[in-house]
């Protein structure tokens, strides 16, 4: 594998947009110091040549776990919504949604 | 048959083509979602379909619906795909309709793979997959427009959240407008023979985004994309297309160039425009969903769910080609040989009126009424005339309709009992009810025009026209046509012109 | 508070002895959880291992099972038994908040399968315990709530992120506890408090209600003062769930009675590699059990597993990968906080800025980043196929060995704050727990003994993939032959 540079400011401040949140500059400067010495250590396993070998993503190998087309009772609308932060008409409320979905 | 089209349609001389591939949502027919057990069901109460897996609740976990991967798979067959072991990944990006602020989808193993479709012509349009995935919450608008711009807030319901959609993504093998809607026309009949999908378009449960380019001619490397949404109709799909393809042979033309984009399609306008999005490019960040385990179908589960597909539309307008050119006089189209049902279509004999009646009749899956019909002693162009024309008016209680009354209301047609006109009053109350149609037509009073009235209706209209009643007699036959108007004057369009006629016969040769 | 009569304060009695006072009626389930609420009133200001302690609704729960037991009824293994939930487990209308701002006051719909599964055992629910936010962490001081301190040295960080869970069995609170480890949560905290802590084989304990953090890793796990409790709380959790797609279908597991059949015949291999970076006290003690299981009929031999030293940066990659995605629903729109905005996207930024705390946010933009186009064959890609080479590597060990043994963490328990801004060093903290969480396998840590400092060492027991039969029978032998007080 080709080594990776080092992680600067911009990709953190991208990944951070990404991931929808906000940094201050302090927090940018320190986040970018610490994330690159976490990878830094992480690159011991980027730089391993391991052309050919699988990967695992399930540490126990099942395949076709199914469920019936059987319905199941659903939950109390009341109960659901008592959690939502804000509320109108039986839906979910959310400010104005500026971009369409992707 | 249909290969290559010009997309000028300006005729500006150009050998322009245009490139055409269709994604396909398709809502499946299950009775729960995908990854929950909530019922497949909406418009209703906002909210009230939702339990801790499909609101994305944390600590909830997706377990798959073994009717929904067996649709699918049902799919894939239909569509000549190679079914395969797949796995699900989770597409990461943010919004408000998608609880989980992922959306699980399959990726790089989709069930299926490589089929094809065959569009009536003949014309076959690659698959590229056809994959599993769970649908969004729907999101209403509040403020003046009701739409998404310029709304002061919106509203989001998650009832359909975590219903089960296939995702068929077609190669670029269209090249008109006209082949893109013969393919979603299709596609949907086929989703619909499959017991997959109601294949409806305007409710959303089968949306179609369209990936619209063009190029200077067949040989030219294909030109920069633009993916069309909000399709919900196939006219809209046809002039969709056209327009965004005129649109970019006029940039290109121009001297611009076309700049790869998703643009929707507004319907009002008659146009495409740049959908809005947010400035940060969309990565996705794909990666296996650690929730779920691989579906790996064996040969034995593909099998048995391939034997449970019943025929498709391909398969059944050839059958029903085959019964109009059997009931053709012979000499006029050969004689049918049951072996080559589908070269039947497009064969002499059964014209391009009978093929549009004929895939009217699949594409709403009522010819099982045509063929009981048939095989009851109907001609064929009538059962499928009256189909294709009066009993599609009202699919759903045409596909509830008992073939054997149906076929013995045709029957009174053809032994003259009763007219067109009659029969088409009486299969309109027959679709709305159900019933006997011999009670329904006495009901309608249509039984006495059968036996005796007519006899004195048609005695009284030759005795107030003694001058056209001897020019008739006297072998001007036409003026058939005038008595017949007067007895249906006189019968307010209850008669039966036939049997008209054959009175006139019986007294001009007493 | 008043304190039950006839009860001392002082380490619990077991949950099997409890259980079966209780079931036969010689002590009520409502004097044991008394003793149970007494103990957290006197000790947890100082501890703070509960993010919430439910009084009223653990009374109300004993007072039931002591009107079943008057009935002639059996209310199950765990009559009566006070137990401490880990906050990052779903319990209907009680509020989990995972420690995290952004979940503040949220009361589930519905319970996680293994409380579900306590409480149908009998147990008695006395609060849910603190834990480092979303399990992000390995001292629980990154805990919304502060941080739990160490009952054995309350200057010392208990381990974690289950350290409240740790905090409340080391101090006698609860006799067992329920904790998740995902790279270490529930051992390397038990080991830190001196308790047993064990990480079930990956799938033989449900998730579902458990609030994902790496969902491929996480598994909960049993704290308990004893080996044989942690069985017994394991055999009641275990077993298969249709509610999560990864739980193996197998019966429940029965190990509770298999514990104390000994290790003679077995072979046990000491890990080379976890000594490695070892405190030498710590390694002192691994040498002493050894020679415990030598002593009682193993063959002891040292066996190297070279793949396990690319867990802790696999880990760093897999763990915080899965988590930014698991963690991209708190955006304020359906649950938990929301910091309000002109638009949905700035509302999203502004509720997630506000309720993660710094390690959380480190944790999803690193994941984030692996996953980021152009990184993630390097990074993502690439720990999944060391995850591969450390499965082959257990593989190759387990063919000579039936388990093996190591220190739980390299160190005794820190001080409070000493690694907080030094996130490499608190994540090394784990670097002997993470191979059996990548490879899916089971491990148990075992108190044995003290450090220099008089602090609690932890013995790990690693086995393969559903050999915890043996692994608890190894851990009971340590357990029998553990040195009592004093410096290795
Ligand atoms: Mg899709
Ligand atoms: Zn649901």
Redesign the interface.
């Known amino acids: 594998?080709?080594p990776?540079a080092r992680?600067t400011r911009d990709?953190?401040a991208h990944?951070?947009?990404?991931?929808?949140?906000?940094?201050t500059d302090e927090?940018l400067e320190r986040?970018t110091e610490?994330?690159g010495?976490?990878?830094d250590?992480?690159?011991?396993?980027?730089s391993?040549d391991?052309a050919g070998?699988?990967?695992?993503?399930?540490?126990?190998a099942?395949?076709?776990?199914?469920?019936?087309?059987?319905?199941?009772?659903?939950?109390?609308?009341e109960?659901?919504?008592?959690?939502?932060?804000?509320v109108?008409?039986?839906?979910?409320?959310?400010?104005?949604?500026?971009?369409?979905?992707? | 048959m249909t290969d290559v089209r010009r997309a000028d349609q300006d005729g500006a001389g150009e050998a322009w083509e245009m490139v055409v591939g269709l994604e396909v949502h398709t809502e499946l027919k299950?009775?729960?979602k995908l990854f929950?057990?909530?019922?497949n069901l909406f418009g209703d109460?906002?909210?009230?379909?939702?339990?801790?897996v499909c609101?994305g609740l944390p600590g909830s976990l997706p377990?798959?619906?073994?009717?929904?991967?067996e649709l699918a798979m049902a799919i894939g067959t239909a569509l000549h795909c190679e079914i395969r072991?797949s796995t699900f990944h989770r597409k990461n990006?943010?919004?408000?309709?998608?609880p989980k602020d992922y959306q699980i989808s399959q990726y790089d193993e989709p069930i299926n793979v490589s089929g094809w479709l065959e569009l009536p012509g003949g014309r076959r349009i690659g698959i590229e997959r056809a994959h599993l995935e769970e649908d969004?919450g729907k999101?209403?608008?509040?403020g003046a427009s009701g739409r998404?711009h310029g709304?002061?807030?919106?509203?989001?319901?998650?009832n359909r959240s975590g219903v089960p959609l296939v995702e068929i993504v077609s190669a670029p093998d269209m090249r008109s407008s006209a082949e893109a809607r013969a393919y979603a026309a299709e596609l949907r009949a086929i989703l619909v023979a499959c017991g997959a999908s109601d294949g409806k378009m305007e409710e959303g449960s089968m949306r179609v985004d369209a990936n619209v380019s063009v190029r200077r001619g067949p040989d030219a490397p294909f030109g920069t994309r633009c993916e069309i949404k909000n399709l919900n109709s196939l006219r809209s799909l046809g002039r969709a297309v056209d327009f965004e393809a005129r649109r970019q042979i006029a940039l290109l033309e121009s001297g611009e160039v076309v700049v790869q984009q998703?643009r929707?399609w507004d319907e009002g306008e008659g146009r495409t425009v740049a959908?809005?999005?947010?400035e940060?490019a969309?990565?996705y960040?794909y990666?296996?969903e650690?929730d779920?385990?691989?579906?790996?179908p064996d040969p034995a589960w593909i099998t048995a769910v391939g034997a449970s597909l019943g025929p498709l539309p391909g398969e059944r307008r050839a059958r029903l080609a085959t019964l109009v050119a059997g009931a053709l006089p012979a000499g006029a189209g050969g004689s049918p040989d049951p072996g080559v049902g589908a070269d039947l279509e497009g064969a002499p004999g059964v014209s391009d009126a009978d093929q549009e009646q004929i895939s009217t009749v699949v594409d709403l899956g009522l010819d099982g009424l045509v063929t009981a019909a048939v095989e009851g002693g109907i001609p064929a162009r009538l059962a499928l005339a009256r189909t294709a024309n009066e009993a599609a008016t009202d699919a759903a209680a045409a596909a509830g309709l008992d073939p054997r009354a149906y076929t013995s209301l045709l029957a009174m047609e053809v032994a003259g009992s009763l007219s067109a006109t009659q029969v088409k009053a009486v299969l309109h109350d027959l679709l709305a009810g159900g019933g006997d149609p011999a009670e329904l037509a006495r009901a309608r009073g249509f039984e006495a025009m059968a036996d005796g009235a007519l006899v004195a209706v048609v005695q009284e209209a030759v005795d107030s026209h003694p001058a056209e009643w001897d020019r008739y007699r006297g072998g001007e036959e036409k003026l058939a046509q005038f008595f017949v108007g007067q007895v249906m004057k006189a019968t307010r369009g209850q008669a039966n012109g036939k049997a008209v006629v054959a009175e006139l016969e019986r007294l001009a040769a007493r | 508070m008043t304190e039950a009569p006839g009860t001392s304060p002082g380490p619990a009695a077991s949950a099997a002895a409890i259980a079966a006072d209780v079931r036969s009626g010689r002590r009520s389930a409502s004097a044991v959880t008394e003793q149970s609420l007494a103990a957290i009133a006197a000790g947890d200001g100082e501890v703070n291992a509960f993010a919430l302690v439910t009084a009223d609704s653990a009374r109300r729960r004993a007072e039931e099972i002591d009107a079943r037991v008057a009935a002639g009824a059996d209310p199950g293994p765990l009559a009566g038994v006070p137990v401490a939930l880990k906050d990052n487990l779903c319990t209907r209308g009680v509020p989990t908040t995972c420690c995290s701002r952004i979940l503040d006051g949220?009361?589930p719909?519905?319970d996680a399968t293994v409380v579900e599964r306590l409480a149908a055992a009998g147990a008695v629910v006395v609060g849910k315990s603190n834990m480092d936010e979303f399990a992000m962490g390995s001292s629980t001081e990154t805990s919304a709530f502060g941080p739990t301190r160490n009952p054995r040295d309350t200057s010392r960080v208990p381990g974690g992120s289950s350290g409240g869970s740790a905090a409340a069995v080391a101090a006698g609170f609860t006799p067992i506890a329920l904790g998740s480890d995902t790279g270490g949560s529930v051992r390397q905290p038990a080991a830190l408090c001196g308790v047993v802590g064990m990480k079930p084989?990956?799938?033989t304990v449900s998730r579902y209600g458990l609030v994902a953090f790496a969902s491929?890793?996480d598994q909960v796990g049993p704290l308990a003062a004893t080996v044989a409790d942690a069985a017994l709380l394991f055999d009641i959790i275990g077993g298969h769930d249709?509610r999560d797609?990864?739980s193996?279908?197998r019966p429940a597991p029965r190990l509770a009675s298999v514990v104390d059949q000994g290790v003679d015949g077995m072979t046990i291999g000491v890990l080379a590699e976890y000594l490695e970076g070892a405190d030498p006290a710590v390694a002192g003690r691994i040498a002493q059990a050894a020679e415990v299981l030598a002593a009682a009929g193993a063959r002891v031999e040292e066996v190297s597993v070279p793949e396990v030293r690319?867990g802790?940066?696999?880990y760093?990659?897999i763990a915080p990968a899965e988590a930014?995605s698991n963690l991209?629903r708190y955006?304020?729109?359906?649950?938990?906080?929301?910091v309000?905005?002109?638009?949905?996207?700035?509302?999203?930024?502004?509720t997630?800025?506000a309720g993660?705390g710094?390690e959380v946010?480190?944790r999803?933009?690193?994941g984030?980043?692996a996953l980021?186009a152009g990184?993630l064959d390097?990074?993502y890609?690439?720990?999944?196929?060391?995850?591969?080479?450390i499965?082959d590597g257990f593989a190759v060990a387990y063919e000579r060995c039936d388990a093996l043994l190591g220190p739980t963490a390299p160190t005794t328990a820190f001080e409070l704050g000493a690694k907080l801004d030094d996130?490499?060093s608190m994540?090394l903290s784990d670097v002997c727990t993470i191979p059996s969480n990548?490879?899916?396998?089971p491990a148990i840590s075992v108190p044995f003994g003290t450090g220099s400092d008089g602090l609690p060492v932890g013995a790990q027991v690693l086995a393969p993939?559903l050999a915890e039969a043996t692994m608890f029978k190894v851990a009971a032998v340590l357990e029998a032959g553990a040195p009592v007080g004093g410096a290795a």
Not at chain 1, 15 to 23: D, H, I, M, N, P
Not at chain 1, 62 to 77: A, K
Not at chain 1, 79 to 86: D, G, T, Y
């Open positions: 594998m080709t990776v992680i990709e953190v990944v951070a947009g990404l991931a929808r949140l906000r940094l927090e986040f610490q994330l010495t976490v990878l250590h992480a690159a011991d396993v980027a391993l391991l070998v699988p990967r695992t993503a399930h540490a126990m099942v395949t076709n776990v199914l469920r019936p087309d059987e319905p199941r009772p659903s939950l109390d609308r109960e659901v919504l008592r959690s939502a932060p804000a109108e008409s039986n839906r979910f409320r959310v400010p104005r949604i500026l971009g369409d979905a992707p | 299950t009775a729960t929950c057990g909530c019922a109460e906002p909210n009230t379909r939702v339990c801790p609101l377990v798959l619906n073994q009717r929904a991967v072991p990006y943010f919004y408000p309709d998608m969004t999101t209403a608008h509040a998404i709304a002061e807030y919106s509203l989001v319901d998650y998703t929707h959908l809005r999005s947010k940060e969309y990565d960040r990666f296996l650690p779920l385990v691989p579906v790996v | 949220w009361c719909p519905y084989t990956y799938g491929s890793l249709e797609t990864t193996l279908d690319l802790l940066s696999a760093y990659l930014s991209a955006d304020g729109v359906r649950y938990g906080l929301r309000d905005a002109e638009d949905t996207v700035e509302m999203n930024v502004a997630r800025s993660f710094a946010k480190r999803i933009m690193l984030t980043y980021s990184y390097a990074y890609g690439q720990a999944l196929r060391v995850r591969t080479r499965i996130p490499l994540y990548l490879a899916g396998h993939a």
